[in-house]
């Protein structure tokens, strides 16, 4: 292969996925649901203790693609593998100690509180002789500091704002405290502020946890800002992945989106910046 192609190309730039075989990947699975075929022959592996944030139109099978990681969809060929096993021949419970989820919508049990629902991340960690513990008690605590919902353990889950309910969903998650971290659209519901803590506290988690984050996300500056790795998808397809100083071009979010954009330096953060064109 002439390398030198692949660099001047900015949409084949899957050469520089790492090649070090990671804890979660996919190989040629395709997916959909139903007879709908969203995603063929895919393969993926995700960087192990990376920031990755999958982006692309809405459609292109983002979602469905983390479903699938994270076994709540199974594919129709192919398998994801779960530390060199399928996923598929963990036990429930095991797969939820390795690895955290944040599915795009999430429904509370009627009358449950916000500690409660926290306090069911710890459910993973549970077995049928053994009680709550200091270190569950310590997780919750922790969890629900860092989404910044204390003040609101008493109050039932159902009288919260959307906002407020989504930090309460991430602060579940937290408690659960492992490895691997998949999150469906976090943001969602989040005004700009929250937004802004949610994805520092990813990435801290990240930088000094040294957890291995996934996420979709809209918004492709903090993808640009937040990830150390990034999942362009297009049309069920993988288009391109890498650093986003690598692989976020205006020639490729043309492509990927349709949005006719110029880069710049992002003057906080030096990461690549999207500027939309004017459009007359």
Known sequence: MDMNKVADNPTDSRAQIPTARSRLQAENVTIGYDKRVISESLSVDIPD??????????????????????????PSAGSVLLDGKAISSYPAKEVARRLGLLPQSSIAPD?????????????????????WSKDDESAVVEAMDSTGVTELSGRLVDELSGGQRQRVWVAMVLAQQTPLMLLDEPTTFLDIAYQIDLLELCSELNKTKGRTLVAVLHDLNHACRYADHIIAMKDGEIVAEGRPSEIITAELVHDVFGLPCRIIDDPESHTPLVIPLVRK
């Open 111 to 131: 009358g449950i509180r916000v500690a409660d629902l926290v306090a069911r991340g710890r459910y993973p960690h549970q077995k049928l002789i053994r009680q």
């Open 49 to 74: 203790g990376a920031f990755t944030v999958i982006v692309g139109p809405n459609a292109c099978g983002k979602s469905t693609l983390l479903r699938a990681l994270s076994r709540l969809l199974a």
